[in-house]
């Protein structure tokens, strides 16, 4: 199989949470990020965790990494229209890995009024 | 943060010719790399671009139809040769400093 996996698609009413899920195979992986890409757009840096942690919130933004499981999930609070995009999970090994990824096929998240 | 600007932004080109893609970032960035993300699909390395000598290509990518340059730590280029259909993709480029990468907004290329 693919050695990042998410879901493709996820519809949510605005206002509501969104939970964005992600698997890795590879236990090396020390780094975990998420991207955000909206049409016509670049990829946009929305957060990152170490390996060492198991949860990072920022704002309305929550990650929650499960080493054991090589699980990490995009937790997105009071989702609003404009969160609507394509997001994407991505690994790294870190020290002269940094930024070279291993990415998700993306997660398309569509926020319905 | 990196702000990472790439030109051209699309291009349409015949078959058979080469696009030459210019990446450049606001400040120095320890590493960059190029990715390609075909219509539909995720991202795919093609390879790390090393500054003063021949870049890194990940399996699958090779020197002759993607030659790389990276004269100094701020800018990058990426040639896509000898142009097919197949080559149609968004091409981008990322830089990274420290534990933070940072993305351009692609090129966007169509071959006809």
């Known amino acids: 199989g693919e050695d990042v996996e998410q879901s493709l698609f996820l519809s949510v009413r605005e206002g509501d949470s969104s939970v964005i899920n992600c698997t890795y195979t590879d236990s090396s992986s020390t780094y975990l990020y998420w991207y955000k890409q909206e049409p016509g757009a670049g990829l946009q840096l929305l957060t990152y965790i170490f390996s060492n942690m198991d949860m990072k919130q920022d704002q309305r933004l929550t990650v929650l990494l499960n080493k054991k499981d090589k699980h990490l999930s995009l937790r997105i609070a009071d989702t609003q229209t404009g969160d609507s995009a394509i997001y994407f999970c991505a690994v790294s090994k870190g020290t002269d890995s940094w930024g070279k990824f291993q990415f998700g096929a993306g997660t398309q998240v569509v926020v319905t009024p | 943060s990196a702000v990472i600007s790439q ?51 990940e399996s699958g990518f090779v020197i002759d139809k993607f030659p790389i340059s990276r004269p100094n730590l701020t800018f990058s280029t990426l040639t896509v040769s000898n142009m097919s259909p197949e080559d149609s993709s968004i091409y981008l480029c990322s830089g990274n400093t420290g534990t933070e990468a940072f993305f351009g907004q692609g090129t966007r290329l169509t071959v006809v």
């Open chain 2, 7 to 57: 030109k051209p932004s699309r291009d349409i080109c015949q078959r058979g010719t080469s696009l030459t893609i210019q990446c450049q970032v606001d400040s120095q960035v320890t590493m960059m790399f190029w990715y390609r993300q075909q219509p539909g699909q995720s991202l795919t390395l093609i390879a790390t671009a090393n500054q003063g000598s021949e870049a890194t290509y």
